[in-house]
C-alpha cells in the first residue's frame, strides 16, 4: 500500500510538473503576443509622432507665410495709393512755386485742375463720394450734426452737407457729416 500511495504521489507530482509547464509555456505565449502587441503599438505611435511633428511644422511655416503675405499685402496696396495721389502733391507744389497774387483767375483755374486730377487719382484707387445733398438720411454712411425743422421737406432729409464722405467698395472711410431736416 505504501507503494501505491508513493506511485500516486508521484504520478500526482507528475502531473503537476506538466500541468505547471503546460502553464508556463502557455503564459510564455501571451508574453510574446503580448511583446508583439507592445512592439507594434510602439510603431504606430512612432509613425503618428512623426505625422503630428510634420503637421505642427507645416502649420507653423503656413503661419509664418501668412504673415509675411499679409505685410506683403499692405505695402503694395499703400505704394499703389501713393502712386496715385503722387502727381496732385507734385501740382500743388508747382501752383505754390509760380503763385502769383496779381493773376488770381489763372490761380483759381489751377486749383480747379489739381482739384479734378485729386478726384481722378480718388476714383482710379476705388473711392467714391458719398451722394448725400436731398438723399434720405442713413445712418450707416452719413453722420448728422444739425438739425433743422422745414415744413417744405420731408424728415430725415439731408439738407446740407459739411463734410464729404467717401468709400471705397463696401468700406466706409469716412461717413458724411450732414445737417437734416425734423
Request: aromatic share 8%; no cysteine.
Amino acid at each position: 500500500m505504501i507503494d501505491e500511495n508513493e506511485n500516486a504521489k508521484e504520478t500526482i507530482a507528475e502531473i503537476e510538473t506538466e500541468t505547471e509547464t503546460d502553464d508556463l509555456k502557455e503564459k510564455q505565449k501571451e508574453i510574446k503576443n503580448l511583446e508583439g502587441e507592445i512592439k507594434q503599438k510602439d510603431e504606430e505611435y512612432g509613425a503618428l509622432y512623426d505625422k503630428y511633428l510634420r503637421v505642427n511644422a507645416e502649420y507653423d511655416n503656413f503661419r509664418k507665410r501668412t504673415a509675411k503675405e499679409k505685410e506683403g499685402i499692405y505695402s503694395d496696396a499703400t505704394a499703389d495709393v501713393l502712386k496715385n495721389i503722387l502727381p496732385v502733391l507734385d501740382n500743388i507744389e508747382r501752383a505754390v512755386q509760380f503763385f502769383d497774387v496779381s493773376q488770381p483767375e489763372k490761380v483759381f483755374e489751377g486749383f480747379k485742375i489739381i482739384y479734378s486730377q485729386f478726384l481722378g487719382a480718388l476714383e482710379k484707387i476705388g473711392v467714391e463720394e458719398i451722394k448725400s445733398e436731398g438723399e434720405q438720411f442713413n445712418p450707416e454712411v452719413h453722420n448728422a450734426v444739425m438739425h433743422e425743422e422745414n415744413d417744405e421737406h420731408p424728415d430725415n432729409t439731408i439738407m446740407e452737407v459739411m463734410q464729404k464722405g467717401y468709400v471705397k467698395g463696401d468700406k466706409i472711410i469716412r461717413p458724411a457729416m450732414v445737417k437734416v431736416v425734423n
